[in-house]
């Protein structure tokens, strides 16, 4: 599997956008981007994923760049329950692949 | 709808004996991964069972192993604990027929080894 760079750490206002940036650029075609975030003690919580095309949910939007190498998981208004630790992903699509390749993930801090 | 659980919430054991942490699936989901998550760092992938078989395999010796049963529930097994071992376990269920399925985590289990 593509292996994935994200900043160690971010802040963010409290109900301001918080953008988290996430580099691929070894990504095959068959594997989709997944975020994850965990909350202190707490297991790792799905939060979105996407091929190729952006994604939206109630949680956040995926935005992936055209060539597939970076995406961008976007909070809209970022609270501070959002604080946490968010992790990028990329997994081959094969309907028996559960291996998730974690790595460090980006630690969000939002701010009052 | 339940979410997975997994028991025991913490655990404290010494160096050289065996434990078994266990896991049940979410509801409707019949397969079950395990990752180990040392302080600090992000979840690694230890092993995937689906109808009560090894699927799939990270880099973990065979200290560690798994078992799942009819009801879709699992457990894993340590054999002669190093401190290395002290980590956070989490089961993850999913639905095992989609290409893109998505894994539920539960909350984990504190393993300490002294």
């Known amino acids: 599997d593509a292996k994935t760079t994200q900043p160690t750490s971010m802040d963010c206002a409290e109900g301001r956008a918080a953008n988290l940036p996430c580099n691929h650029s070894?990504?095959?075609?068959?594997?989709?981007v997944y975020w994850y975030r965990q909350i202190h003690s707490q297991g790792p919580q799905y939060i979105i994923h996407?091929?190729?095309n952006n994604e939206t949910n109630e949680m956040a939007s995926l935005i992936i760049t055209e060539d597939r190498k970076s995406s961008t998981l976007i909070l809209p208004h970022a609270t501070l329950r959002d604080t946490a630790v968010y992790y990028c992903?990329?997994?081959?699509?094969?309907?028996?692949?559960?291996?998730?390749?974690f790595g460090a993930g980006t630690r969000l801090t939002v701010k009052p | 709808d339940a979410g997975v659980t997994q028991s025991p919430t913490h655990l404290i054991k010494t160096r050289g004996q065996q434990v078994t942490l266990r896991c049940s699936p979410k509801?409707?989901?019949?397969?079950v991964s395990w990752y180990q998550q040392a302080l600090g760092q992000g979840p690694q992938f230890i092993f995937q069972?689906?109808?009560?078989?090894?699927?799939q395999r990270g880099n973990f010796p065979d200290r560690f192993s798994g078992h799942q049963f009819p009801n879709y529930s699992s457990e894993l097994n340590v054999n002669a604990l190093l401190l290395g071992d002290s980590a956070l376990y989490l089961c993850?269920?999913?639905?095992?027929?989609?290409?893109?399925?998505?894994?539920?985590f539960g909350p984990g289990t504190r393993l300490t080894v002294l």
């Open positions: 069972y689906y109808e009560e078989e090894e699927r």
């Open positions: 992903i990329v997994r081959v699509a094969a309907y028996n692949n559960n291996d998730m390749r």
């Open positions: 993850a269920s999913s639905l095992l027929g989609r290409a893109d399925n998505e894994q539920f």
């Open positions: 996407g091929l190729k």
């Open positions: 509801s409707g989901h019949d397969t």
């Open positions: 070894t990504i095959s075609g068959n594997e989709y």
